[in-house]
């Protein structure tokens, strides 16, 4: 396990997450979170005309996957519940899928 952050903020310092637009700086890291464009994979929807083949391209986001949205709603879920507060520390817990553990 390795820790990853430690918070410092109490929930009432807690605020929703709204990800910034498209192209425009953003306040902070919190702000590119979520606003990943969808790709069109016309290759593939030639084959099938009547089909539109997209993927979502996570690798926009800050941490580069598409953990970034579960792992800041989990941090918000425990900030507003009072779970996760000043002198807590997060660990990511695993080295695959989200592994968000409030310690």
């Known amino acids: 396990m390795a820790t990853i952050g430690h918070i410092a903020a ?10 910034a637009q498209p192209g425009r700086a953003g306040e902070s890291l919190l702000d590119r979170i979520g606003n990943t464009p969808l790709l069109r994979l016309e290759r593939i929807s030639q084959e099938l005309p009547n089909v539109e083949f997209c993927a979502k391209a ?15 709603s989990m941090i918000q879920d425990g900030l507003a519940s009072g779970a996760l507060r000043s002198g807590k520390t997060i660990v990511d817990a695993t080295s695959g899928n989200t592994g968000i553990a409030y310690v």
């Not at 109490?10 to 990800?19: D, V």
């Open 10 to 19: 109490s929930a009432g310092e807690s605020k929703p997450h709204q990800a």
């Open 58 to 72: 996570e690798w926009f986001n800050p941490g580069g996957s598409v953990k970034d949205r579960p792992a800041l």
